[in-house]
């Protein structure tokens, strides 16, 4: 099957199904359409169906005065002449304006009938009689004893004094009479019926047998429900007597406002359908014509699609030889481009290892010179608490000093006073001696004090000769004391100097650390990049050897698209380049992505490993990137 007859029958189908759901949408809408237009015609039918039965009743009103006002009928009431009263209600009737003509008295007593010999039967019951006989007249549907339906108007009968002598009734019998209902018929174009109670009393409807429906019951119990019981409209589709209607239902009431009966209208949906029916014959022969046409359409813009089709095939075989070579040149080099990918990811990953031993060190240095930082901080203080014990034992020793110097002037007072004493002993032992006798006493006394001033002469020289030993002693401590103070002083000097130095090894090394962490994870995501390339590469030498194996099947495709289009593939391929040898596949070097990538770690955490898995990615070529096409090899389109 060519293009032509595909097209054909594709475009064929859509435009039928388009014309099918255009047709039958049509048709449902005109269909409404018509129904709703219906129901309106219905709805304002009630209303002339209303102003009719209103004129009859005017018709019959104004023969009131005829009716009343004859002074020979008002005397054979008065006299009870109920033979003459007969013959004039019968010859009012004989005029052919009236069905019904009663006349009674004042008692509500039929007196006389025109359209029957019964007489004597009491109508006082009937609101209208009463009205009547109380000098109100009426004019409205009644239900009476012997004609159960009728038009009928009711008047009071009086004197020339105003006496109300009795009352006459007058009207049509509905009951069985065409006339109303046939009116409505011809003038409005609808069926109509007058129901007393649900019995169609007269209707234009004809039965099954082409008689009149009349006698036949309401079916459906919606409607008695709604119009004689509540009183209300029933518009709406109604089956009567197995057709269906749009219909229209509305309540007659009597002079007690109780509703006796119904109004009826309506319109047979066969008619409508009639109407349906020939919109949609139009619409099926629109939709034909539509369909031809559309088919003649398709098959000139298939024709021109065929012989531009056929003006690009060779064009197109071309294309494929050259995406074919093109695509092996691309394998080739992309198989070279993933086995350099692969060496350079393996080196990558060596270096990857290397930067996270180094880090590790690093670490290591770092953590160590912050505890030698630590130590030289420790080692500072008590540094600096010798030295200020060092201050205390200097000042210690100055008061020593001081306190000896004061002890040597007071072993100086002391050996002068034992001189003084020695001094005094000799004197006193002059005067004793120059005393004799007397003397004696006093000169062994002045001896013993001599000997006393002299041993503590002694013992003050020995004293005072300790002490100068001691202050040489303690001064010779206090300059080691002050030579010690500053050599602690130089120490705290260089220490704190140590300490800085160790302080910003520390620092630097924890930063060297953090740089090595970094590197290390450029590598790691440089590791992923280069496996990700490989596999890519890997990737791409495989969609080229699928491109050149496309390439060679488009050779084969165009064969079948030219048959496909003109019908004969060896008449349409006459001048068309035959297909390319397929070339050999070119071998494929799997690209091994390394499963386990160091990534950079804290401390001496174990090294965290992950796979990185290649990503395929399909490239699309359209023909427009193949088959270079210009306006002029497109107006056959």
């Known amino acids: 099957m060519t293009v032509r007859s595909r097209m054909m029958a594709y475009f064929g189908l859509i435009v039928l199904v388009v014309c099918v759901v255009f047709s039958v949408t049509g048709v449902m809408i005109f269909r409404a359409t018509m129904i709703e237009e219906a129901t309106q015609t219905v709805k304002t039918g009630m209303k002339q169906v209303d102003a009719k039965y209103r004129d009859w009743l005017d018709g019959l009103t104004r023969l009131t005065p005829f009716m009343t006002q004859d002074p020979a009928m008002a005397g054979m009431l008065v006299k009870t002449d109920a033979p003459g009263l007969r013959a004039w209600a019968k010859a009012v009737l004989s005029s052919g304006r009236m069905d019904v003509c009663t006349i009674i008295d004042t008692k509500g007593i039929v007196v006389a009938r025109g359209h029957d010999d019964r007489v004597g039967d009491s109508l006082a019951g009937k609101k209208y009689v009463r009205d009547a006989l109380s000098g109100v007249s009426s004019a409205l549907i009644e239900e009476g004893t012997l004609v159960r339906f009728s038009l009928r108007c009711t008047a009071p009968i009086k004197n020339t004094q105003g006496d109300i002598l009795g009352a006459v009734a007058w009207g049509r019998n509905l009951t069985g009479n065409s006339e109303f209902v046939d009116g409505v018929r011809q003038s409005m174009d609808m069926h109509c019926t007058l129901f007393y109670g649900d019995t169609r009393a007269a209707t234009s409807i004809l039965t099954t047998s082409n008689t009149r429906a009349v006698g036949t019951k309401m079916d459906n119990p919606d409607v008695v429900k709604t119009v004689l019981g509540e009183g209300k409209p029933f518009v709406r589709q109604n089956q009567i007597l197995g057709k269906p209607y749009i219909t229209a239902y509305w309540p007659i009431k009597n002079s007690e406002n109780k509703n006796i009966g119904m109004f009826f209208i309506g319109r047979e949906i066969t008619v409508i359908e009639e109407s349906v029916g020939t919109a949609r014959n139009i619409f099926i022969v629109s939709g034909c014509i539509v369909l031809l046409f559309t088919i003649l359409v398709v098959w000139m813009i298939a024709a021109g699609i ?106 100086k007072t002391i050996d002068e006073i034992a001189f003084q004493t020695n001094l005094l002993s000799l004197n006193a032992a002059v005067e004793a001696a120059r005393a004799g006798d007397a003397g004696a006493g006093f000169a062994v006394v002045a001896d013993e004090v001599r000997s006393l001033s002299m041993r503590s002469a002694e013992a003050s020289r020995r004293t005072a000769e300790l002490i100068e030993e001691t202050i040489t002693r303690v001064n010779d401590g206090v300059s080691v004391f002050a030579e010690s103070g500053r050599a602690i002083d130089e120490v705290v000097e260089q220490s704190g100097k140590v300490q800085q130095l160790v302080s910003e090894i520390a620092a630097a090394s924890n930063e060297q650390s953090k740089g090595i962490e970094q ?30 194996a496309q390439a060679e099947e488009m050779h084969a495709t165009v064969d079948r698209l030219v048959e496909f289009i003109g019908g004969s593939g060896k008449k349409a391929a006459a001048g068309v380049t035959p297909a390319l040898a397929r070339p050999a596949p070119v071998g494929k070097k799997p690209v091994t992505a390394r499963p386990e990538v160091q990534q950079p770690v804290k401390g001496n955490q174990p090294v965290r490993k992950n796979s990185v898995a290649p990503v395929t990615r399909t490239r699309e070529i359209t023909p427009e990137q193949i088959i270079p096409l210009d306006e002029e090899d497109m107006k056959d389109f």
Do not use: P
Not at 310 to 320: G, Y
Not at 332 to 353: C, F, K
Not at 361 to 372: E, I, L, S, V, Y
Not at 530 to 538: L, M, P
């Open 519 to 548: 590197i290390n994870r450029g590598v790691v995501e440089m590791e992923k990049v280069v496996q990700q390339t490989a596999a890519n590469s890997e990737e791409t030498a495989s969609s080229s050897e699928e491109l050149s």
């Open 306 to 411: 065929a012989r531009g089709v056929l003006r690009h095939a060779d064009t197109m075989l071309q294309s494929a030889n050259y995406v074919r070579a093109s695509s092996e040149q691309l394998a080739q080099a992309s198989q070279g481009l993933a086995a350099g990918s692969s060496e350079q990811a393996a080196s990558i990953e060596e270096i990857s290892a290397s930067l996270e031993e180094i880090s590790g060190m690093t670490k290591q240095n770092a953590d160590n010179a912050a505890q030698a930082d630590k130590l030289t901080h420790a080692v500072i203080g008590s540094i600096d608490n010798a030295h200020k014990a060092m201050q205390k034992s200097l000042t210690a020793s100055q008061e020593i000093a001081r306190a000896s110097g004061e002890t040597q002037k007071i072993i």
